[in-house]
C-alpha cells in the first residue's frame, strides 16, 4: 500500500465545502502549513478547524481571512495583549464565525478520546468556570468532575519530521505536540513529511503514529519559521 | 508601569523568592510571564522543568546560534532542552500535569481571591466572555500539587486583585497556595490569607491597604531577605 501523494493540492483535493478539519502544531512548531496553504489556494468555505490557535503563531489567519472559517475550536482563541488582533478576532466580534475554547488538557484528551473509541470522560479540569457550564458533573470517590465528550474530524492535518510510504510517522522534539492524538481522530488524515523514506528505513521500534492513523502521506520541505509572532 | 516606579520588589527579584520555595528534585511548571524569569534562578539546581507542549528538562532561552525550531517554550520562545530531557505529546503532557505528576505549577493571574480562586484568563475588558486563552492554566491550576501565584500586588492603575471573591472569569477554584507580589508573600490558609513575609521597606498597612481581603498577621512575620 502506497499512501503517497505527489503533491500538496492532490493529498487536500477532496476536502469538501462545511469539513471539520484538525491542524496539528503548537504555535509554528509542527503546525502543517503547506497542507494549509494549499487548502487557502483551493478556497473551501464554511470550515470547522480544530486547532491550539487560530491564527496566533500559525498560518490559520490566512484561511480566516479567506473567508474559509466558519467555526473554531481551540485552546488559545488571541494575541496576548488586546492591541493586537487577528482577522480571525475581526470576524469573531463581528459575530461572522464561532469559537469555543476548551483548556488544553481537555481538548487533547477530547480528540485521543475521538481516535480511541471513547465518548468522552471525566475531568477536574474547568470545574467551577464557564468551561463546566452545561455539563454533567459527577463525584468519584468524593472528588468532582466534568464530563467532556469526544471530538473527531473529517481530516486531521499534520506535520511529521519523517514518514514512509505506509504512513509510519516520527515526529521531531517538541513538534510532536498535538499531531500523534490529532492523526488518530482525522477519518482522512494527511501527513506532511520533511522527510520521505521507503518502509523499514525507520526502527519500527521508534515510530510515533503508527501507519494505520493515516491515509495520505505528501513531501514537503522542511518550514521556516518565525518566531516573532507575539 | 516600569519596575523602578513600583514600590517593593522588581519582576526578578519576585522571581527569586518564587525559587527559594522550590527543592531540588521537583518537577516545575512555570507559566508565561514573570513565571519564565524563575528559570533564571534555578539554573544551578537539581530542578526539572515541564515544558507543556511536551517536554521534561526545558533549560535556558537559546543563544543565536543554537536556536532550534523544534524546541520552544509555551510562549514561542527558542529555548534548549537540557541533557536527559524526554519529548512526548501534549496528551502525555497533560497526563502528568492533570495526573498530579507536577510538584509545582507557577503562574500568572489577574485576580486571587482569599479562597484560593484563580483568575487569570479572561480579562473583561476584551468583551468576549466566552472564548479566550485558557492554554494550559486551567489544567496546570487543578492538577499541580502545589500552586503558587506570582503576580503585581494592584492592577497598573491601582486597582486590588487579591479580593475575597474574583470578579473576572475563574480559572480554577480553591487551588492557590501562596501568592508572592512585589509587596508580600501571602499564604492562602484553611483560615484566610496569612501575610508571611514584606517586601523591605513596606509595612503591612501598606500590603493590607491594597488588599481586598483581610491579611492575618502573626508573630511570625517576616522582611523577605535576598
Partial sequence: ?????????????????????????????????????????????????????????????????????????????????????????????????????????????????????????????????????????RFFDGREYILEEALRADFAFVHAHTGDRKGNLVYRKAARNYNPEMAMAGTVTIAEVENLVEPGELDPDCIHTPGIYVQRVVKVERPNINFSFT | MDSEERLGLTDELMALRAAKELEDGMYVNLGIGIPTMVSNWILDRDIILQAEIGFLEQGPFAEPDEVDQDVISAGAEPVTALRGASFFSISESFAMIRGGHIDVAILGALQVSEKGDLASWNNPARKISDSGNIGGSMDL????????????????????????????PLTAKGVVNLIITNLAVIEVSGEGLVLKEIAPGITPEQVQAVTGAELKITEDLKEMVF
Fill in chain 1, 1 to 137: 500500500m502506497d499512501k503517497v501523494y505527489v503533491s500538496v493540492e492532490e493529498a487536500i483535493a477532496e476536502v469538501f465545502e462545511g469539513a471539520t478539519i484538525m491542524f496539528g502544531g503548537f504555535w509554528y512548531t509542527g503546525f502543517p502549513s503547506e497542507l494549509t496553504l494549499a487548502l487557502v489556494k483551493k478556497g473551501t468555505k464554511k470550515l470547522t478547524v480544530i486547532a491550539q490557535s487560530v491564527g496566533v503563531g500559525n498560518d490559520l489567519d490566512i484561511l480566516a481571512a479567506n473567508g474559509q472559517i466558519r467555526k473554531a475550536i481551540v485552546n488559545y482563541a488571541f494575541f496576548p495583549s488586546p492591541d493586537k488582533i487577528t482577522e480571525f478576532e475581526r470576524q469573531l466580534r463581528a459575530h461572522e464565525v464561532k469559537c469555543q475554547t476548551y483548556p488544553m488538557g481537555s481538548f487533547i484528551e477530547k480528540i485521543r478520546a475521538g481516535g480511541a473509541g471513547i465518548a468522552g470522560f471525566y475531568t477536574p479540569t474547568g470545574l467551577g468556570t464557564v468551561v463546566a457550564q452545561g455539563k454533567e458533573h
Fill in chain 2, 141 to 168: 491550576a487543578v492538577g499541580a500539587i502545589k500552586v503558587i501565584i506570582i503576580m503585581e500586588h494592584t492592577t497598573r492603575d491601582g486597582g486590588l486583585k487579591i479580593l475575597k471573591e474574583c470578579t473576572y
